[in-house]
């Protein structure tokens, strides 16, 4: 006889058969057999341990599905988690990963490195380009109805670097020049073979003039001043680089003494060899190719090849067995002497000429004083790395009042001028001596205050807009305070807003 649910104590619903056997077998099921014996294994995650059956799940068929349900589910996670590695084996296997490309990537550098041969090193020839005075028009000075001229001041001359090497121990000077040569390999080499002067200096023009016409600019044309071939032989002979030569003058001076009324920037460049050798060179026209390279490679020499204020450029070149020296000398063509500026005896200046190109005068004249050419040594040269118009300045020339006008009290004092302090060789010691080109010191740059003394011109005279001067002005009182000299005239012209020296003019006071 069926039971129904008011009869069936034991739970919520009971089982779907009503015979005594099945209704005894589900109220007391059949012990689970015992577990078989687990051996134990090192690596293997422990099993989590069989949960008991919950009463309910004697007598209800819905806890007993859902106690089954549990049980599969942490079977299955518990196979899941033994094949799960170790912890450290996991995070060793992570790295691995990581760091394999950047090994592999390391070692093909290092192999490629193996490969490759070391790169020669390289003599960088940098020297001087630059020799503008500092473009300063005297300070305003006020008339009676009249505003004076004001000097502005121009970039201070770039310092002098001196070709680099390696010392003689650390590589031979044959070795030396032959890495050179390698090392600009893909430079324009001429054919090897004699040439002339003529045919050097027709080369390094074109040279110039190829890196002019990258900018747009006017071609320079060949200047016969033979003072810049004169510094060239000098520097080659005596194994050099400097601005001054062996006798104390400075391109200026040498410019004005061989001719020259214009002003002049000078660059100076060539190879100081540490032992001289017989080998040949390739040719005289690839080592000029080379230090012209090195002279582009500098910012302010680079600057003074394109300038555009230059018309002419006299090049000076000299070469010996090992390598070349060269001067080149850029000069403009913007004024035309009628009377060269000279100091008679009594110290008074005279000149007068005619401005060129659209330049009109500028109403300032500077005047620099520099001690009187002496004899310098090797030793002296080696520490002078630049050279400016002059050690200071001695007065600066303003023009005079206007007829029936005149300056105000204490508008003549001395005016605070500062310009770049460059090396000068009269201020090292001539028992010093000779430095290695790498261990020559650079230039501090320290700039040099002094106040100047202003002279009134007793003539200024200009006609045709200005093109057209003349100017006359006692020295005395300026001559008198720096004593003997060389004396640097700097006449200053202006063309579209830009101020510039257009002569540099020379003269010995003794």
């Not at 020669?120 to 300063?136: C, G, H, L, S």
């Not at 001539?430 to 700039?447: F, I, M, N």
Request: proline share 12%; glycine share 6%.
């Amino acid at each position: 006889m069926p039971l129904n649910d008011r009869n069936y104590i034991r739970g919520e619903h009971p089982p779907t058969c009503s015979c005594v056997e099945c209704i005894e077998q589900y109220r007391t099921p059949a012990a689970p057999p015992p577990p078989a014996e687990l051996k134990p294994t090192p690596k293997a995650t422990p099993k989590p341990a069989p949960r008991a059956m919950p009463p309910e799940a004697l007598t209800s068929g819905r806890a007993a599905r859902r106690f089954d349900r549990e049980q599969r589910d942490i079977h299955r996670k518990s196979k899941w988690r033994e094949k799960l590695p170790p912890p450290p084996r996991l995070i060793a296997g992570f790295l691995l990963l990581l760091l394999l490309p950047g090994g592999l990537l390391l070692w093909w550098q290092m192999s490629e490195e193996d490969e490759r041969p070391a790169a020669p090193p390289v003599v960088a020839i940098e020297v001087d380009q630059t020799n503008r005075a500092p473009v300063k028009v005297p300070t305003q000075l006020e008339l009676t109805g009249l505003t004076g001229p004001a000097l502005a001041e121009e970039p201070a001359p770039a310092t002098l670097p001196i070709p680099r090497v390696p010392s003689a121990a650390e590589l031979p000077t044959e070795e030396l020049i032959d890495s050179v040569l390698e090392a600009n390999a893909d430079l324009p080499t001429p054919t090897p073979g004699p040439t002339t002067l003529a045919e050097e200096q027709e080369h390094l023009l074109e040279l110039i003039n190829q890196e002019r016409a990258k900018g747009n600019l006017n071609p320079l044309t060949l200047d016969d001043n033979p003072a810049a071939q004169a510094h060239a032989e000098e520097m080659r002979s005596e194994n050099y680089v400097a601005h001054w030569n062996l006798a104390g003058e400075n391109p200026n001076y040498r410019y004005t003494q061989a001719g020259g009324s214009q002003y002049l920037n000078e660059n100076a460049s060539g190879g100081v060899t540490v032992g001289r050798s017989s080998r040949p060179k390739p040719s005289n026209l690839a080592e000029l190719t080379l230090i012209h390279q090195g002279l582009l490679q500098s910012e302010d020499h680079h600057r003074n090849v394109l300038d555009p204020w230059h018309t002419r450029v006299s090049i000076g070149i000299s070469c010996d067995g090992v390598t070349c020296s060269i001067a080149q000398h850029f000069q403009g063509e913007y004024l035309e002497w009628t009377k060269q500026p000279t100091i008679n005896p009594d110290h008074i200046l005279t000149l007068a000429g005619r401005l060129l190109n659209e330049r009109t005068m500028h109403p300032a004249v500077q005047v620099w004083w520099s001690p009187a050419p002496a004899p310098l040594t090797l030793g002296q040269l080696d520490r002078t790395l630049a050279y400016g118009i002059g050690q200071s300045p001695a007065t600066f020339i303003i023009q005079p009042a206007p007829h029936g006008q005149a300056y105000e009290p204490g508008q003549l004092e001395p005016e605070q001028f500062s310009w770049p302090g460059r090396s000068d060789p009269h201020e090292v010691s001539p028992e010093l001596p000779r430095t290695q080109p790498w261990e020559q010191p650079a230039d501090t740059g320290v700039h040099k205050v002094k106040w100047v003394p202003l002279t009134v011109a007793d003539v200024w005279d200009e006609t045709a807009g200005g093109t057209k001067f003349s100017l006359v002005a006692d020295l005395s009182q300026a001559i008198e305070n720096e004593g003997p000299g060389v004396y640097t005239v700097q006449l200053w012209a202006s063309h579209q807003g830009d101020t510039r020296s257009v002569s540099n003019y020379t003269i010995l006071v003794e």
